[in-house]
C-alpha cells in the first residue's frame, strides 16, 4: 500500500512563502512522475505542478510559473513545493499526487487529475491580504 503524507501548509500573508513537503512510502514502486494540485471551495481540483521522477523535468500551471518550484529527493521519497510571492487566490488545499506509469504527452498527461494512481491527504494553504 503506497502512501503520500503531505506537510508544509499553513496561514501566511500575501507576499510569504511556504514550502509544501510530500514523503510517499509503501511498495517501492518507481513512480514515473509526482505531481501537486490544489482544490479552492467550490472550485474543481486544478493542476499546480509536476516532476518526472527520474529525469526531472517540470511542469507547472501559468498562474504559478515564476513564483512556485517543484523538486524532489528521489534518496528520501520525497517531493516539495516551493511557493512564494503568495497571493490570496492560492488558498487551496493541496495535494499530492503519484504516477506509476510513464507519461509521452509531456504537459498534457502530466496535468491531468486522472494519470495519477495514489493521492495524499492534503494540506490547507491559506493566504491572506
Known amino acids: 500500500q503506497v502512501q503520500l503524507v503531505e506537510s508544509g501548509g499553513g496561514l501566511v500573508q500575501a507576499g510569504d512563502s511556504l514550502k509544501l513537503s510530500c514523503a510517499f512510502s509503501g511498495r517501492a514502486f518507481n513512480f514515473y512522475g509526482l505531481g501537486w494540485f490544489r482544490q479552492a471551495p467550490g472550485k474543481e481540483r486544478e493542476f499546480v505542478a509536476a516532476i518526472s521522477w527520474s529525469v526531472g523535468t517540470t511542469y507547472y500551471a501559468d498562474s504559478v510559473k515564476g513564483r512556485f518550484t517543484i523538486s524532489r529527493d528521489n534518496a528520501r521519497n520525497t517531493v516539495y513545493l516551493q511557493m512564494n510571492s503568495l497571493k490570496p487566490e492560492d488558498t487551496a488545499v493541496y495535494y499530492c499526487?503519484?504516477?506509476?506509469?510513464?507519461?509521452?504527452?509531456?504537459?498534457?498527461?502530466?496535468?491531468?487529475?486522472?494519470?495519477?494512481?495514489?493521492w495524499g491527504q492534503g494540506t490547507q494553504v491559506t493566504v491572506s491580504s
Open positions: 499526487a503519484a504516477d506509476r506509469d510513464p507519461c509521452f504527452s509531456g504537459y498534457g498527461c502530466r496535468a491531468s487529475v486522472v494519470v495519477y494512481d495514489y
